[in-house]
């Protein structure tokens, strides 16, 4: 049987707006999620990164069980944060048989 791993995500709240009434966000709170599974990104992901530094991926799979909207927010993974790429979103339950209906690309750059 798979069993997936427990990650954070950061949730955030709007707390006013900037100069040009663009919303202000800051940390609301950390929810744990269990069950995700972990897949870590390919060497040549890495090499093909146009940034300076390291660039760090994994691809969550997202339980069933977790209908949180993922869109910028943060994903604590072993320990180290990374940002969601894109805005994730669940596929038909009817189509995935599995426990996980949803794809989560993360990121970080060190260096």
Avoid at 1 to 27: A, R, S, Y
Avoid at 72 to 77: A, E, T, Y
Avoid at 92 to 108: G, R
Wanted: net charge negative; glycine share 6%; with cysteine.
């Amino acid at each position: 049987m798979i069993k997936g791993e427990t990650v954070i995500v950061e949730l955030v709240e709007q707390v006013g707006v900037d100069d040009f009434n663009t919303p202000i966000f800051e940390p609301a709170e950390q929810v744990e999620v269990n069950n995700v599974l972990v897949e870590i990104g390919e060497p040549a992901d890495v090499r093909d990164s146009t940034r300076d530094g390291n660039r760090i991926i994994y691809t969550l799979r997202w339980p069933k069980v977790s209908y949180m909207v993922l869109d910028d927010l943060r994903v604590n993974v072993r320990g180290e944060w990374f940002s969601i790429v894109g805005s994730p979103r669940q596929f038909d339950p009817e189509q995935c048989p599995t426990e996980w209906n949803m794809t989560v690309k993360l990121e970080a750059y060190h260096g």
